[in-house]
């Protein structure tokens, strides 16, 4: 090999090093607060427990003991072990409702958060006399000094 390439190959792979440390820092840089790409724990407690999903069912907030949440549609990124008032959400997929005995469940239908908002369009499938059932609602979120808050105001 000659000395040139050589050369050339070793500033090739010495970019490729500083390149790599420097998409590195940027990334723990970035993270630093936690997994900004999980849906803020905020957002999920007041979506789920949103009374305009459960009305016209024989269900309430109250009495359902597990959140189960279809993960279909929206890439959900709900935090391991995420509990909402008391109550476990867990990530199911369309072949398990039917093992889970047909369970209420949401599906997260639009998701869009960005620094300061969010919009959420959420149904809650259930059955009422065997017959299933289907409640959705739209929740606009402003983050303010508080954390996430539900706004009337469309965004």
């Known amino acids: 090999m000659k000395t040139s390439e ?13 390149y790599t440390c420097i998409n590195i820092m940027k990334a723990q840089d970035y993270n630093k607060n936690g997994d900004l790409d999980q849906i803020p724990n905020e957002i999920i407690t007041q979506s789920l427990s949103n009374p305009n999903l459960w ?9 359902t003991s597990t959140l189960y949440v279809l993960n279909h549609g929206v890439d959900l990124d709900i935090p391991t072990n995420t509990v909402v008032s008391g109550k476990p959400v867990v990530l199911i997929n ?4 039917y093992a889970l005995g047909n ?16 919009f959420v369009r959420l149904y809650l499938s259930f059955d ?28």
Do not use: C
């Not at 009305?55 to 009495?63: A, M, R, V």
């Not at 369309?94 to 409702?97: C, L, S």
């Open 6 to 18: 050589m050369v050339l190959n070793k500033s090739i792979l010495i970019l490729f090093i500083f």
């Open 55 to 63: 009305k016209e069912s024989n269900l309430t907030f109250n009495t």
């Open 94 to 97: 369309k072949g398990d409702i």
């Open 103 to 118: 369970p209420p469940y949401f599906l997260f239908h639009t998701l869009k958060i960005d620094d300061s908002k969010a």
């Open 128 to 155: 009422i006399n065997g017959k299933r059932k289907t409640n959705n609602t739209e929740i606009y979120f402003l983050k303010t000094q508080n954390g996430w808050e539900i706004t009337n105001n469309q965004l």
